[in-house]
């Protein structure tokens, strides 16, 4: 990628991805090399189905939906990564090869490395492998609970949750999302987002016209939303809590084993 350039030491960018961030104690120093900032482009397509990974992702504030696409063309939101984790666990999970299809939905810097660089670095035990554990952990906590949102839940409540989801990740109340971006992740028709859309907006909630989103009432939003918005929020605030504790665990091991 042309635009792309290296992070060098003491003068890159701030890093904001929260795994990467957790590193910087520790492994990061030696990740660093391997790593390279990117900007990640709306409705860049970053994984094919069924092709070989050969980037893993660290979103800052670039955020990646994972899509899933059945035979008849039908499409469904399998997750939504942004800073608080990575795209291309599979990679971490030893499989060389994505089942979705990946997609920028909203645009911004990230840091990618090289599959076969990440397989090498994560070491058993080593603090970059304990973090994914528990990134994967919320993974798929939210990809059971994407499940049963589109199941259970009525499309209104569904296109708050995911307005709400873009907003934390675009870090913005205003942000650029066409009808049929949103319908290919909610897996609905264009005219069902347009309905539920209207009905946001008729409450004073949203303002949303030519692809452009504004929320107005975050708090209302919330309220229309579905639990799934808080759920998963509850999943990233918890594994940004944890991190402290996954990196020391070991060390206080040694210390007592040391004893
Ligand atoms: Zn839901």
Known sequence: MNTAKRQRPGTGAPIRNDILRALLESEYRDLRPRLEQVELKPGEIIYRADQAIKYVYFPGRAAVATIETLEDGRTVEVGIIGAEGMVGINIFLGCLISPDKAVVHVPGDAMRMKANDLRQAVRFGSPLQRLLLRYTQVLLASISQSVACSQHHALVQRVARLILTLRDHAESNEFTMSHRSIATL??????????????????GLITYSRAHIRILDAAGLKKQSCECYRFIRR???????????????????GRRDAS
């Open 186 to 203: 909610l897996g609905m028709r264009r005219e069902g987002v347009s309905e539920a859309a209207g009905k946001l907006q008729a409450a």
């Open 235 to 253: 999943q990233i605030n918890g594994m940004q809590r944890d991190m402290p504790r996954v990196l020391a665990e070991p060390q206080r091991r």
